[in-house]
Each structure stands twice: as C-alpha cells, then as structure tokens.
C-alpha cells in the first residue's frame, strides 16, 4: 500500500503511538495515508479509537512477529 508518511513507534508504549501518530495526521494533508509501525499491543484498539474519534480512516492493520502495521488516510 502506498503512503505519504512514514512513522516508526517500535518500542514506545500507550499513549505515545497515540500521540505520535495524532501529530503526523494533523500536519497531513486530506487523503494523505500514513504508516505506522508498532509494538505496543494496546495500539490494536487504541488505534481504530483514535481513527472513530477524529474522523480518520484505518485502511488496514497487520500483525507480525510482534509488530503491528497501521495504515491511515487522513479524511
């Protein structure tokens, strides 16, 4: 999938993928799609939250050897 930013969140615990993430999209442009890599396991529900909450799309998520992949398109 192809994305506008790219954003590295290994290692960081709750909230600070939140955070990180929160920070990309507001400097985003409409319909851009950020990457996120995680390994924080919170970040599985805490991410769809923050996607229902602010109006962001969660494109996909995938989960491998302990990381997970998000992408989301700001709306």
Do not use: W, Y
């Amino acid at each position: 999938m192809d994305f506008t930013h790219d954003l590295d969140a290994r290692g960081l615990n709750c909230p600070l993928p939140i955070l990180k993430i929160r920070k990309v999209l507001n400097q985003a442009e409409s319909g851009e799609v950020v990457r996120m890599i995680s390994t924080d396991q919170g970040s599985l529900k805490d991410i769809e939250s923050f996607c229902k909450q602010t109006g962001n799309t969660l494109l996909s998520t995938t989960s491998a050897d302990r990381e997970h992949t998000f992408f989301v398109r700001k709306d």
